[in-house]
């Protein structure tokens, strides 16, 4: 039976029913539409009423309530935007790069992404099941219930193959409390035996693609749109093929140069399109114009020490901006998504609305999850609860986590 439960005397109910109204284009404080003293009826499925707890209505009063005075309920946290299937780890290079080298340096001598495809051809498929589902807990104990995740470090057939595979368990295993959108990312790197990404998408890509899509629901493909990597023919060639399969398509554009990967992810109306850190006005403008979620990732930033997204503009132009970890061994090892928010607000010029949006309403929205990021009737009841009296005491306490 689908039982109804009901929370009460919410100290602050954070619905963001006026983020979901303007589908999460330059949100208001207003916006974030709290209501203190909140109470919410749900089932399984949906959010059957919100409102005051001095208003509930009488055909409700039986039903199984929980007391959540003192606490603040938003919608569920979503990271949008992780690597976390992966073996090893880039400690070492970590400190190279603290010792003068860059990231771009590190990956021509054969380490970056390489280094850890190398690591995670090493691990068994069980010792990648565990390591990933360790993280998948570390991440729902900050609070987030939603969370994508990127193959692409397998960089062959069958490693590739191999790593949706263990997406998709982990996707089954934790459902419903977490949960997983499995991305399908072999065109991350290309491997030194290949001579140009087109051929590694012919020989790799395309390949394990076909293979996968036999067993295993891909949520999205992503691809790394950045000299070195894949050229803007490579991302047309793949997204003309995925699109042939209905698949939902995302990238990884403007990070170390701008290519016009913004402009690009728009004109193939991508779920998202993730760093910008160089994007062009143009490029924001044709986001802001889009559907397309501009995920900043402002984590990778900090840990490479680079300049940050102009997030600043994006919103101001009418973009619709999510923030996500990125969270990886190598270019950001971080997978507190609340910390990596909390800090970059105010370095970045974002408000608390802006915050707010990025990581919930917006982040669902980069993943094709319209249901979900606002609490509001009919909606799925997927929240965060958090153990403080308001919403501006989880980022004022960066680095702390009251999750419940
Ligand atoms: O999003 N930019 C490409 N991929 C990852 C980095 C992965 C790695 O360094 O292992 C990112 O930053
Ligand atoms: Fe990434």
Redesign the pocket.
């Known amino acids: 039976m689908n039982k109804l439960k009901g929370y009460a005397q919410i100290s602050q109910l954070a619905t963001l029913k006026g983020v979901a109204e303007k589908d999460g284009r330059k949100p208001l404080k207003e916006d974030l539409s709290i209501i203190e003293n909140g109470a919410i009826v749900f089932n399984e499925d949906k959010i059957l009423w919100v409102g005051s707890s001095d208003d509930i209505p009488t055909k409700y009063m039986d039903i199984k309530w929980e007391s959540l005075k003192g606490k603040t309920l938003t919608p569920e946290l979503v990271d949008s935007?992780t690597?976390l299937v992966?073996g090893g780890n880039?400690s070492q290079e970590y400190s190279m790069r603290l010792n003068g080298a860059t990231?771009a340096d590190i990956?021509k001598a054969g380490g970056?992404?390489l280094s850890?495809m190398k690591m995670t051809n090493e691990a068994t498929e069980e010792e990648l099941y565990t390591s990933a589902s360790e993280r998948i807990k570390q991440l729902r104990s900050y609070g987030v219930g939603t969370i994508e995740i990127k193959s692409?470090?397998g960089l062959n057939i069958e490693r590739e193959v191999l790593c949706s595979k263990i997406i998709d368990r982990l996707k089954k295993d934790f459902y419903p409390q977490v949960q997983i959108f499995n991305t399908f990312m072999a065109a991350?790197?290309i491997p030194k035996e290949f001579a140009s990404g087109r051929d590694y998408i012919d020989a790799v890509v395309l390949p394990a693609l076909n293979e996968v899509v036999k067993t295993v629901e891909i949520d999205a493909v992503d691809i790394?749109h950045?000299e070195g990597?894949f050229s803007t023919d490579d991302v047309c060639y793949l997204f003309d093929y995925c699109k042939t399969l209905g698949l939902k398509l995302k990238t990884?554009a403007d990070?170390f140069k701008d290519n016009q990967g913004a402009a690009l992810a728009a004109k193939y109306e991508c779920l998202s399109t993730?760093?910008l850190l160089c994007s062009s006005k143009e490029g924001i403008k044709a986001l802001a114009q889009s559907k397309t979620v501009a995920t900043i990732?402002p984590g990778?930033g900090f840990f490479l020490g680079k300049p940050q997204s102009d997030a600043r503009s994006m919103i101001d132009t009418g973009a619709k901006v999510a923030i996500a970890s990125?969270y990886?061994?190598?270019?950001?090892h971080c997978d507190n998504l609340l910390l990596i928010a909390s800090i970059a607000a105010p370095n970045l010029g974002l408000t608390q609305a802006e915050l707010w949006s990025g990581i919930t309403f917006n982040a669902a929205a980069a993943l094709g999850l319209y249901d979900q990021g606002a609490i509001t009737v009919g909606n799925k009841p997927r929240f965060s609860i958090f153990n403080v009296p308001s919403l501006d005491e989880i980022t004022y306490n960066w680095g702390k986590n009251y999750a419940l």
Not at 328 to 332: I, Q
């Open positions: 935007h690597h992966f880039r990231y990956a970056g992404i850890t692409g470090y991350h790197a790394f950045e990597y990884h990070e993730d760093h990732l990778t990125d990886n061994p190598g270019s950001c």
